[in-house]
């Protein structure tokens, strides 16, 4: 264990407290740009129902205004544009966008499926100011292509991370897996495969229960599955690897800041905002796109007074809103767990690992 | 996989220790600098059990702490070197599935 359980609830107990404050003062650090729902993938657990369909998308135009707007109202010292989609190289502007982006002073990462990356296409990400990228791996070569439904996927994802690597100058390539019920048996096999990358981390989550993913409840992790998950994460963390969870759920007093570096603290809202295809304002991508949570539209609302002025369905605790959560001894540390995998028509976590880890 | 050697593990703990006091430059964060090995600076003699932990926050025998039957900050106070406003995920990735 990294620190005793004693030190990391007493941090976990201050983190409370901050959070109250953040609900009160909250700090865009992190503001995802969804350039394209466009996808050359179809992945059976998309969060965002991709589709190879290109829709009523934001323009170049628009993407470059919203890049003023937002240098001008906030500070970005502290900000990353996070890049994502669909498939965002499958924007036929994101080089201008990103290269207008990087000119501008911010930092950006992206998530890609690298199937797209040639070392050309590596080379210029490099030249328009990349960081960090992370490339979805969710299986071995079979199983990775059945899942986003693309023959070669894999193959080719594979030489996309090896030309990201091969520029040599990105503060970070990683690797995410995305592990269901039915890859989970995968998992030393992957570790061998990534252990063979000169990546830098090796990111392991969990598939959640939203998006496409809702139809494949036989694929979803079992209890046990997730302790096999999280004791092998933390199992090769303890022997120096760089694997890590996401921050998508809390973990309990034993378990956090044990798979990854952070203690657990939802986003949405309080850190992080997003711009999505259309225009729509909204927390984290992968919260459900229902009216109610929808903050607003970037062609008629300025980011900065979104923020500021509304995003309140975000800053609250979710506890207060299930009676069982707000009588649990761990509503204090998880708030009610996540806003993405919190179903709102019933006002229950859709994950909760009491019971499970804790 | 760019492992941490039993040396760089374990001034990576350091670093991450050290991130909890407030530190910067040992924050999630720092992922967008150098590697971690250039990061976390060269290796030192430190022990993660005898010099951070206890250190900071007292040998955690002696606090008495009851996890059912306490609040924690009736126990322990503020844990003031952990600063929350550090607290912050590693943004190399997108949103919490990545299903993008």
Redesign the interface.
Known sequence: MILPAQVKTGHLGELADYTRKLYREPELRRLFFELTLQCNEHCFHCGSTCTSARGDELSCDDWKRIIDQVKADFDISRMQLCITGGEPLLNRDFFEIMGYAHEQGFRWGMTSNATLITPQVARRLADVGMGTISVSIDGLRETHDELRGFRGGYDRAMAGVQNLLDVGTFHAVQVTTVVNHGNIDQLDALFEIMDGLDIDSWRVINLEPIGRALERPDLMLTPDDYRRLFTFIRQKRDEGYPLCYGCSHYLGVDWELELRDWYWLCNAGVYTASIMSNGDIGACLDIERRPELIQGNIKRDRLREVWDKRFEVFRHDLSELNEDCRACEHARFCRGDAHHSWDYDNNRPMVCFKGTLF | ??????R??IAA?TG??L??TGCRVFT??A??????EDVYGPPSDFD?ENNV?ETV?GP?ED?G?D??EN???D??G??SD?D??D??????????????
């Open positions: 996989m760019k492992k941490l050697t039993r760089g593990f703990l991450a220790a991130g909890l999630p964060e992922v967008y600098g150098p590697p971690p993660p932990v926050y955690p606090l702490y996890p059912v609040e924690p900050e126990v322990y503020p844990p952990f929350p406003d607290n912050v995920p590693e943004a190399v990735y997108g949103p919490p599935s990545m299903f993008r």
